[in-house]
């Protein structure tokens, strides 16, 4: 959670920065992870944040393929957090 912290007070300082864009939803895809079995709220909460991050990001890069990447898989992410494997959400 710190991580994440500073990922946003890096976006203070330097605003559309696209690797404090990057890592931050990065940083919320691990956190989604790790507390999706004991409390997917704050799970799927993480992984809208995530997709928030990753729009911005290619606000600022349109053509990163890593960016659409991991927007994917935290698409997918807020899709099990849901629905469990296989479903479809609304993130």
Known sequence: MQACAKFEASLQVQPGALNALF????????LAASCKDTAPATARACLVAATRCYAEAIDVQPDNPQVLNNWGLVLQGCAEVAYGRGGRSSC
Do not use: F, I
Not at 23 to 30: F, I, R, S
């Open 23 to 30: 890592n931050w939803g990065v940083c919320l895809n691990d």
